[in-house]
């Protein structure tokens, strides 16, 4: 019986691919942080056969990828859209984000609403890893395993992981 070929694992982790938001983590119906922002940090594990050529898959499409994902939401707010104790709506030009008995207006053109519950790192990593994956160009590598990670600052990291059989 002939052995299967191992795997190989690229990490594509660029200084480029990060970017910069404001977010504010809700803990509670009554209790979050104040608005701040990050510095967020991409990286992402990728296992893959390498072929007769030597090479596993074009690294550029995942980089490229990260990093028009990044560029997406630089210099914006992230705002929940699935959260259970936030609510978006337009008003008067605004979005308004109400939570609890604030209400907090900000220009359109300075927010992107995420479908997630909370902007955190862990709700991040699996955003990047669903919108790297949903690209045609990827998802048509066939990649057995894809890790996409995202930072908030030095030594905090969270992981989302696809596997395909």
């Given at each position: 019986m002939a052995a299967t070929p191992p795997l190989t694992r690229i990490e594509i982790s660029k200084e480029y691919l990060h970017f910069n938001s404001g977010h504010f983590t809700i803990f509670s119906d009554t209790d979050r942080e104040d608005l701040h922002g990050h510095t967020f940090y991409v990286k992402a594990l990728i296992d893959s056969a390498v072929d007769v050529t030597g090479l596993?898959?074009?690294?550029?499409?995942?980089?490229?990828?990260?990093?028009?994902?990044?560029?997406?939401?630089?210099?914006?707010?992230?705002?929940?859209?699935r959260s259970p104790f936030l609510s978006l709506a337009e008003e008067?030009?605004?979005?308004?984000?109400?939570?609890?008995?604030?209400?907090?207006p900000f220009l359109p053109r300075d927010v992107i609403t995420l479908p997630v519950a909370n902007i955190t790192v862990e709700e991040l990593a699996p955003w990047f890893l669903t919108a790297l994956l949903d690209d045609p160009a990827i998802c048509g590598l066939r990649l057995p395993r894809v890790e996409v990670s995202v930072s908030s600052g030095p030594g905090q990291w969270a992981s989302a992981v696809q596997t395909n059989n």
């Amino acid at each position: 019986m002939a052995a299967t070929p191992p795997l190989t694992r690229i990490e594509i982790s660029k200084e480029y691919l990060h970017f910069n938001s404001g977010h504010f983590t809700i803990f509670s119906d009554t209790d979050r942080e104040d608005l701040h922002g990050h510095t967020f940090y991409v990286k992402a594990l990728i296992d893959s056969a390498v072929d007769v050529t030597g090479l596993a898959f074009d690294y550029n499409l995942v980089k490229q990828r990260l990093k028009t994902l990044c560029e997406r939401i630089d210099e914006k707010i992230l705002l929940p859209e699935r959260s259970p104790f936030l609510s978006l709506a337009e008003e008067d030009g605004y979005l308004v984000a109400t939570f609890a008995n604030e209400k907090l207006p900000f220009l359109p053109r300075d927010v992107i609403t995420l479908p997630v519950a909370n902007i955190t790192v862990e709700e991040l990593a699996p955003w990047f890893l669903t919108a790297l994956l949903d690209d045609p160009a990827i998802c048509g590598l066939r990649l057995p395993r894809v890790e996409v990670s995202v930072s908030s600052g030095p030594g905090q990291w969270a992981s989302a992981v696809q596997t395909n059989n």
